[in-house]
């Protein structure tokens, strides 16, 4: 096949006076250069599932305590004895019961009231203030995964240009995977085979173009080319490797889904993956659209976990739902709920801390137009998945996220359920040695009764210094020494079933 016919039929367009072309349906610009190490990442892989229009956070994950809640949605309200118990305050919908297994076993985090300052209510606006990660009055033309792959992940030795850096399974290309510095760092198809089938046939054009600009810019689009095909073989090469062993549902998101988990059995060595499903823009109504969205995601992550888990690969993978923002508290008179702030959302994987991050929405403090207010900034969420999955340095998270932010406890290196000690942490008392005082810190990662003790050397019980249920997150306990003589103490944590014991030194 010619130049002339390759371009004709992979649609390629030039913008006035720029290189902005397109291949397809994939920026030109995703082809210029990769500098993918995956022995940077040792092989992790996260997939982002984006859920368009604005997901009813509060009929997600449901306050089934709170009478404000059944007041302000006396027909949209999920009733208590129908959601999906995940504590003693807190449910799912009935329709997200596929991923209560996962729950149960300690590899889903629900992050409760998502969102940021000052939050925007206009789709457009609010997307692209998830997808750049920037400040709501700031406006970026590139995406938080562009800028890591164009920013942070990139090391010369080695150098693999065979495989995309990321990879968005849809027609059209999101801003997320933009980088004003380097272009698109992502491709975009429906199938491996259709994009394969796209490049088929099509041979690479190795004559050397003229010495001019419009030679240079020949030249260009012949490397695109060449680098195009290369990948378009890669990946269905990849996507053929292996079959999809769990059963999915017939519907695009869990087709999207087995596709990611056949390429990343494959061997393809792409970090990231954008999947998405639309229609959560649910103003009237909502009760069985919303139904029918729940059930469409929680079965797809359903059959994608299990897929990952049969192929051997779910220590590697880490999925992450987001939507631009979360619905209204009060249900509109179209029996729907309008734009709104705040919302949960899900972090699932083999290697995820499970539980609930947070505390159910507090509905008598809404915001000035009477919407839920954030306590978790998104970017702590991109931040914690950077850090953690990908083993991005703490230090470089300026490059990608514009500022610091606190990551949570959520993912770790090795798999393991939340049964047992993975379920807590406690942390060595500082200081020590100490006089007269010390801070004996720890964290849950689900709610659960617990009980911190401290004994004697001779093992004599001391001192109760918590004894009942408490939430998920971070505690500080002071043990006070003064009444008791210098030497070794052992501080206990009883969380269920297991127990932790930390050595104290008293020296006075």
């Known amino acids: 096949m010619d130049r002339r016919s390759f371009l004709r039929n992979l649609g390629l367009v030039a913008g006035a006076g720029t290189v902005s072309m397109a291949l397809g349906n994939i920026p030109i610009r995703a082809f210029s250069r990769s500098f993918l190490n995956i022995q940077a990442i040792n092989g992790k892989v996260i997939v982002l599932l984006q859920l368009s229009g604005g997901n009813d956070g509060l009929n997600t994950i449901i306050p089934f305590e709170d009478s404000i809640y059944y007041n302000k949605r006396p027909s949209l309200g999920i009733k208590k004895e129908d959601a999906v118990k995940l504590n003693y305050l807190t449910g799912m919908h009935p329709s997200l019961q596929p991923l209560k297994s996962l729950y149960d076993d300690g590899m889903m985090a629900v992050v409760q009231n998502v969102g940021y300052e000052s939050p925007n209510r206009s789709h457009f606006r609010s997307t692209d203030i998830w997808l750049s990660a920037s400040d709501s009055n700031v406006v970026i033309d590139d995406g938080w995964v562009g800028r890591y792959l164009a920013k942070v992940l990139p090391d010369h030795n080695p150098i693999n240009t065979e495989h995309p850096m990321a990879i968005q399974i849809g027609s059209t290309q999101s801003a997320l995977l933009e980088c004003t510095c380097q272009g698109s760092m992502g491709i975009s198809f429906e199938s491996p085979n259709q994009f394969y089938q796209l490049i088929n046939g099509s041979t690479a054009d190795n004559d050397p173009p003229p010495d001019t600009v419009a030679g240079n810019q020949l030249k260009y689009i012949k490397e695109v080319a060449a680098l ?3 990948y378009a073989q890669v990946i269905k090469e990849k996507a053929d490797l292996v079959e999809n062993k769990a059963t999915y549902p017939n519907t695009r998101l869990a087709r999207q889904l087995a596709i990611v988990a056949e390429l990343v059995a494959g061997g393809l060595e792409t970090p990231v993956y954008l999947t998405s499903i639309g229609g959560f823009d649910t103003h009237a109504n909502q009760a069985n659209s919303h139904s029918n969205l729940l059930t469409t995601v929680a079965q ?3 059959a994608f976990q299990t897929d990952l888990k049969l192929l051997g690969i779910a220590d590697r993978v880490v999925l992450m739902t987001f939507s631009e923002f979360g619905r209204r508290l009060n249900q509109n008179g179209s029996a729907g709920t309008d734009h709104g702030t705040a919302a949960p ?10 539980g609930v991050y947070g505390n159910n929405p507090d509905l008598t403090d809404l915001d000035n137009s009477g919407d839920i207010k954030y306590k978790y900034d998104f970017r702590q969420l991109y931040a914690t998945l950077l850090t953690q999955q990908l083993g991005m340095p703490v230090e470089r998270m300026p490059d990608v996220l514009m500022k610091d932010f606190e990551t949570l406890p959520l993912i770790s290196e090795k798999a393991g359920s939340l049964t047992g000690p993975s379920a807590f942490q406690l942390e060595q008392n500082y200081p020590n040695p100490f006089n007269p005082s010390t801070t ?32 998920i997150g971070s505690y500080d306990v002071q043990f006070d020494g003064r009444s008791y003589s210098s030497g070794v103490y052992f501080a206990r944590l009883d969380v269920g079933v297991s127990s932790k014991t930390i050595k104290m030194m008293l020296i006075k």
């Open 440 to 471: 004996i810190s720890y964290y849950l990662r689900v709610p659960q009764s617990v009980k911190l003790e401290v004994f004697s050397a001779a093992g004599d019980q001391i001192a109760t210094l918590v004894n009942g249920y408490q939430d």
């Open 228 to 230: 195009s095909i290369r």
């Open 345 to 354: 959302l899900f972090i699932i994987g083999r290697n995820v801390y499970g």
């Open 300 to 302: 797809a992550i359903e």
